[in-house]
């Protein structure tokens, strides 16, 4: 930003130039000022979180858009790649779908194609899955003694898909201060963005 | 067919399949041959790949509607797109979940496939023709795989 002819404040040097005028704005602020960049950037982040709890009614998902954190299901899916998932109450589950589920007491949804489907009259479905690069279905990714999936274990199924952009996500978990440095950057950035 | 233990999964004597089958198709003409009705032809500049799968449907008395996939295949854009198995075994146990296989007169083969773009919408399509399988009534005693 351009610095006007009567700014206060002692003479500069270049490198802490940009430096000493933020914290120059940041004193310079008063109070209502800080309050309304604060409001503002609190209006962008439940701005964010509707739009979230809208796709999660929409969806009928939990978590209407997942990243694929493995390569068991390559090479249609890649580590990072990004999903996005319905859930709908009435859609039957079939063989060759693709579900993300969690294993009960587990946190992690896992992504993969169904292969065998047993549905009762009464609509009790039971199914199994495996990864398209696994050798062997999911048993083995169940719990202890479970042998089949059930409706409740369904995040959503994969409707579509977007290659990479899901990275972000995965750079973020595994680099905590790659996180918070963002977090910094993004908050520093909008609460001292002037408004002209 | 045999009645036999299923050790991957649940302990119980459950059906054990044995089907094999032949499979023409075309599929970048889009003449599915096996089945002999014309597709559009399905390899365009955002198809990545086909995962193909053989999958046998059909009913039990435990179960209204089963579904059984027997053998899959992963079809890259610029692979072969004719594909011609003769005679191919089941890659996958045909299982049931129970002892409906026997008798069972009505087991359909249809062939899918879903289609995974390089980005966008994944599509899960089912061929049109379809092939009836019947089972005989009773067990084979001997090692006919």
Redesign the interface.
């Known amino acids: 930003a351009a610095r006007g002819v009567g700014s206060a404040g002692p003479e500069r040097g270049s490198r802490g130039g940009a430096a000493m005028d933020l914290f120059g704005d940041l004193r310079r602020m008063n109070k209502r000022q800080l309050y309304y960049q604060v409001l503002n950037f609190s209006m962008i982040v439940s701005s964010a979180l509707m739009i979230w709890k809208g796709l999660i009614v929409v969806t009928g998902s939990e978590s209407p858009i997942v990243v694929v954190l493995s390569g068991s299901m390559e090479p249609a899916f890649h580590r990072g790649d990004l999903l996005f998932l319905t859930n709908f109450h009435d859609d039957p589950i079939r063989a060759g779908e693709i579900v993300v589920f969690k294993v009960e007491g587990r946190d992690i949804p896992i992504v993969h194609r169904v292969i065998k489907v047993h549905e009762k009259g009464n609509g009790n479905i039971k199914f199994l899955t495996k990864g398209d690069n696994n050798e062997v279905d999911d048993r083995g990714l169940y719990k202890e003694g479970q042998n089949w999936l059930e409706k409740k274990d369904v995040v959503g199924r994969a409707r579509g898909f977007l290659p990479y952009v899901g990275m972000v996500t995965i750079i973020m978990n595994d680099y905590p201060k790659f996180k918070y440095a963002l977090l910094a950057v993004m908050g520093a950035y909008v609460l001292l963005k002037r408004e002209s | 067919r045999k009645n036999v233990e299923d050790f ?3 302990r119980e004597r459950s059906d054990l399949g044995f089907v094999t089958f032949d499979i023409t198709a075309d599929i970048l003409n889009g003449k599915n041959v096996w089945t002999c009705i014309h597709l559009q032809s399905i390899f365009d500049w955002n198809v ?2 086909l ?1 193909l ?1 053989l ?1 046998a ?1 059909y009913s039990t008395k ?8 027997l053998w ?1 295949k ?1 079809m ?1 854009r610029g692979d072969n797109p004719r594909l011609s198995l003769k005679d191919m075994k089941s890659k ?1 146990f045909f ?1 049931d ?1 129970g002892n409906g296989l026997k008798g069972n007169r009505n087991i359909t083969l249809t062939l ?1 496939w ?1 289609v ?7 599509p ?1 399509v089912t061929g049109s023709g379809h092939v009836s399988v019947p089972f005989p009534d009773t067990y084979e005693t001997t090692k006919s795989y």
């Open positions: 991957t999964g649940p990545k790949q995962f799968y999958s449907e435990n179960n209204a509607l089963n579904q059984v996939v899959d992963i890259l996958y299982f979940d899918s879903n995974v773009p390089n980005a966008g919408i994944l899960l």
